[in-house]
């Protein structure tokens, strides 16, 4: 549509790199350029490579990227190499590229305006949960369509596959922009220059921060919501409050049960023997019911002994087929939380999909027939013409699989907690409340009550914090840590320790300074330490599958310094600095310590990436940042006096730029 209607140069935005990348690759037979065109994408592309070595490209990336951008189609997300995500940049501002599949990181800072944008999805996976996109992604995103002083009018379209409330898609579509809210925080290195300077201390800096200001200005906002909060609880009159309290603490406790007895019903030893084709099980991710489905198969790879032993079943994944609207328009989706529940009696086709265990709720003893051949649309529609038969003469919900009885699960303390829950669920049943025909209306009403307690509680703390400058308590518990390492005196001059901890603010100035002093460095070669000092910096560059391998070497070196990081930890939480340990240890990323080590020993890019599944563009950035990192260490050790260790780190930073990780960028 978009190219009949001469809509193009168009922008499709995707939450997902590799869906952007299969996306692109399903136009595989469409050309939106002319035969001119192609010669000016193909002498632009060819004069931006010339700066590579021959080996460099023949990059898979370089290679599948050129048939692409010849017949108008780009791709721009993070993993695309510098050089090329540039190289698309150039082409997509001179009109060379018609439909460009991008990331939501291409409306960010780039002036790359297009005729028209097409959202894929309204929602987003956030790292936490699939939701929808906010107002101010929304207007970010959409402000790309329409190109000033060209087109009259900018187009967007949204591709929505679900039902979107209205409330929700208003908000997104004619809500308004995001808050400007301050993102400042404490770190270790700015406490320490603070410290160096005479006559600012890091609390005067903390007072004029904006940080503190809105939260100053804020304060009447938050005193007039309290207010009205406050009337509005005196205000809300609930009968029969002692029967209403006793029911949702009956209830919360079946919810707790209930949790735990799931959790052991799915483990790997109990569920694995009923997970057979055709049985029937509900699914639900991510507060999503999905409803009930069929299973075809399951899955099941060869995983960690440890896992098998402690019965973890993140090894095993189930092929279920879901009830959809149209499973044509789905082939790329490859997990529930990218889609939406569609109820059986309205669905029209099936899709083939794989859930992990966690998402089973119910296991039925049902059974469905399996078509043999559900690559056609008939074998689906026969399975779904089945579930729907099923359902209808279920309309109760499908009988269940006894823990106990069917799937014979003998644990003393599970058998309790069955017990318990029977007992619990026929004590809630047998209160009045659970009969009373307004029962439904009480606990909206309850459940207000206690939405306008919890925001009472909420903004009450508010003030608290804002009144005793929420940041003060951090920054004396960050200064006990200081004074308790040595990285300042008693009255806060800051010692050498402190001086050479001021030279680095690109990773954990704190844990490098404490390897740098103990000498952790010293016996290691310019490739070991460039190896090291990739685990800082590689939070961006995380391979999909199995932990990478690392020699034994190379392990020793992080094993001790993980030991300095739970050293750090102990000392935080002994000064009171909220800390989690194993957090912050496993914020050590090792994913890139044998591709640094290979590359400072002469291995070419092409090899280093055959290593690892982690994304090209990723390991640049990661490597540039590496560069800086390594820069800053070599001015500590200058600091500390220690040539021959500031001379280790700048053979590191010679070996470690060179060939296409450090370009030169075709802006330049």
């Known amino acids: 549509m978009v190219m009949e209607r001469n809509y193009e140069p168009a922008i499709v935005f995707s939450f997902n790199r590799r869906e952007c990348e299969q996306l692109a690759m399903s136009l595989h037979k469409m050309d939106f350029n002319t035969d001119k065109e ?20 023949k990059l898979p990336q370089i290679l599948n990227t050129m048939p692409l951008l010849r017949r108008g189609i780009g791709i721009h997300h993070s993993g695309l190499l510098p050089l090329i995500k540039e190289t698309i940049e150039l082409l ?86 995001d808050a400007l809210k301050s993102a400042f925080r404490l770190t270790y290195n700015m406490i320490l220059n603070l410290l160096r300077v005479d006559g600012i201390s890091p609390e005067y800096i903390l007072e004029r921060s904006f940080l503190q200001y809105q939260s ?49 019903i799915i483990t790997e030893k109990n569920v694995l023997p009923w997970l057979t084709t055709g049985r029937l099980i509900r699914l639900k991710h991510n507060n999503m019911d999905f409803g009930w489905c069929p299973i075809l198969q399951y899955k099941k790879t060869k995983g960690d002994k440890k896992k098998e032993k402690r019965g973890e079943n993140s090894d095993i994944a189930l092929i ?103 007992i619990l669920e026929t004590r809630m049943k047998a209160l009045p409340i659970h009969v009373d025909p307004a029962k439904e209306n009480l606990m909206l009403l309850h459940k207000k009550k206690e939405a306008l307690q919890e925001e009472v ?39 050498l320790k402190g001086r050479a901890a001021c030279e680095i603010s690109c990773a954990d100035e704190l844990l490098l300074t404490e390897m740098l002093f103990a000498g952790l460095f010293n016996d290691l070669e310019p490739a070991a330490v460039v190896a090291l000092l990739s685990c800082f910096v590689a939070e961006g560059a995380k391979a999909s599958g199995d932990p990478p391998k690392i020699s034994e070497r190379l392990s020793g070196i992080l094993r001790q310094t993980q030991e300095f990081a739970r050293k750090i930890a102990v000392v935080s939480k002994e000064c009171d600095v909220p800390i989690d340990e194993n957090h912050y240890v496993e914020a050590l990323k090792p994913d890139l310590m044998e591709i640094c080590f290979a590359w400072c020993n002469g291995a070419s890019f092409s090899d280093i990436c055959k290593k690892t599944s982690i994304y090209e563009g990723s390991i640049v950035r990661s490597m540039r940042l590496l560069e800086e990192l390594l820069r800053q ?36």
């Open 92 to 177: 997509f501002q001179e009109g060379l590229i018609k439909v460009l599949f991008a990331t939501e990181t291409f409306a960010m800072g780039l002036n790359m305006p297009a005729r028209t944008v097409l959202f894929t999805s309204m929602r987003k996976f956030d790292g936490k949960e699939n939701r929808f996109i906010t107002s101010g992604e929304f207007i970010q995103m959409s402000g790309r369509a329409g190109r000033r002083g060209i087109d009259t009018r900018g187009v967007v379209m949204l591709q929505v596959d679900e039902q979107i409330p209205a409330a929700v898609l208003k908000g997104i579509v004619k809500g308004t922009a």
């Open 216 to 264: 100053y200005a804020d304060i009447p906002k938050v005193l007039d919501q309290l207010a009205m909060k406050k009337a509005e609880l005196s205000t809300l009159v609930i009968p029969r409050p002692e029967d209403l309290n006793q029911y949702f603490r009956i209830s919360d406790e079946v919810k707790k049960l209930a949790t735990g007895i799931h959790d052991i």
């Open 633 to 668: 260490m070599a001015a500590a050790a200058k600091v500390i006096d220690n040539e021959p260790l500031e001379e280790r780190f700048t053979s590191g930073i010679l070996k470690l730029k060179r060939d296409i990780i450090f370009a030169a960028s075709l802006y330049l």
């Open 38 to 57: 192609k010669e000016m994408v193909e002498s632009v592309f060819t004069n931006a490579i010339e700066v590579l070595s021959p080996e460099e490209r």
């Open 457 to 495: 509680v909420g903004l009450e703390k508010q003030i608290n914090e804002t009144n005793k400058l929420g940041l003060h308590d951090e920054l004396k518990g960050r200064i006990r840590v200081l004074k308790k390492l040595g990285y300042c005196s008693a009255e806060g001059t800051c010692s």
């Open 320 to 422: 279920v087929g879901l009830p959809v609207n149209d499973a044509a328009n789905l082939d790329n989706v490859e997990s529930l939380q990218y889609l939406q529940p569609v109820a059986v009696a309205a669905a029209k086709d099936m899709l083939i999909i794989r859930a992990n265990l966690g998402a089973i709720q119910t296991l039925s003893t049902l059974k469905l027939y399996i078509p043999d051949d559900l690559s056609m649309k008939d074998g689906r529609q026969t399975l779904l013409k089945s579930l729907k038969e099923v359902c209808r003469r279920f309309p109760a919900g499908m009988p269940p699989l006894d823990p106990i009885t069917h799937m014979k699960i003998k644990d003393t303390d599970f058998e309790k907690s069955v017990k318990m829950l029977t």
